[in-house]
């Protein structure tokens, strides 16, 4: 039995899923060694502080505040439709 990588197998071995993943890790390997852009990097920290802030924020205005939630809810639904 002949795999892929074209390596003739002995009889009694089988290839699994194991074996396909060390294949492309050795594959890309270069690939996982390069570092990062700072940049890049940088911009999406702050995107997650950015996110972060915003999941605080809305998580302590809608549990503390849930009539207010409602009602602002409603109205931005009823403002969506009157203006389609």
Not at 32 to 55: E, H, K, Q
């Amino acid at each position: 039995m002949v795999f892929t990588g074209g390596d003739p197998l002995p009889e009694d071995e089988t290839l699994g899923a194991v074996d396909f993943t060390e294949i492309a890790e050795a594959a890309f390997a270069p690939v996982y060694a390069l570092d990062p852009d700072p940049l890049y990097l940088r911009i999406w920290r702050n995107v997650n502080d950015l996110a972060a802030s915003a999941r605080d924020f809305a998580a302590c205005v809608f549990e503390e505040h849930p009539v207010a939630t409602a009602v602002g809810g409603a109205a931005v639904l009823c403002g969506g439709v009157w203006l389609l």
